[in-house]
């Protein structure tokens, strides 16, 4: 196992026996008021009790704290230079964004999309090379222009992998560390 892959099971493991704890991206001096009281209502609309509730702001923390484009945008959503990704939810079957939770996640044209092992979907909807922190086993929907090669390269930048769109399929994302969707 990697390190980064070590060092974000520890983090998560430490953020499992911390419970509900704000930290400092979650505190009111970096999030506005109106948009913390958004997310509180987004996540008693979904029944997180405050332990559930603290494990998601906390995933969120670790998301924000390791990219610093990355902007939180609903309690379980965040968008990143590449696109967006949405958090699995502790305690819930299947991934939804809090913000809508009654709309599926879709894979709209022109994207490509990833589901780790977690649960975290990643929509990828502009073209760069975007550092990629999934794990486990999970899906792909290579829903870009037909045509449109994705490639996925090892920790040294070397290329592990590509898929021409329109595609789908599985993948191990633990030995993915960079993502070039287009």
Same mark, same amino acid.
């Given at each position: ?36 009281? !958004? ?13 559930? !509730? ?21 309690? %379980? ?30 894979? %709209? ?11 975290? %979907? ?14 486990? %086993? ?22 592990? =992998? ?10 191990? =994302? ?9």
């Amino acid at each position: 196992m990697s390190a980064r892959k070590t060092l974000a099971i520890t983090a998560a493991a430490a953020a499992l026996l911390a419970g509900p704890v704000l930290s400092a991206h979650a505190s009111t001096a970096t999030i506005p008021t109106a948009q913390q009281s !958004a997310y509180g209502t987004q996540v008693r609309a979904a029944g997180l009790t405050d332990v559930q !509730a603290g494990q998601l702001q906390q995933q969120v923390d670790a998301v924000l704290a390791k990219d610093p484009q990355a902007r939180q945008v609903s309690a %379980n959503k965040l968008t990143t230079a590449g696109g967006s990704m949405v958090l699995a939810v502790p305690g819930r079957p299947e991934t939804r964004d809090l913000a809508a939770p009654d709309a599926a996640l879709a894979c %709209n044209n022109g994207h490509l999309c990833i589901v780790d092992g977690r649960g975290v %979907n990643y929509d990828y909807y502009r073209c760069g090379y975007y550092n990629f922190d999934g794990v486990g %086993n999970g899906t792909f929907n290579n829903n870009q222009t037909s045509g449109t090669r994705a490639r996925f390269y090892n920790h040294d930048g070397s290329e592990r =992998w590509s898929n021409v769109a329109k595609d789908t399929g599985t993948a191990n =994302w633990d030995p993915v560390f960079h993502i070039r969707p287009c």
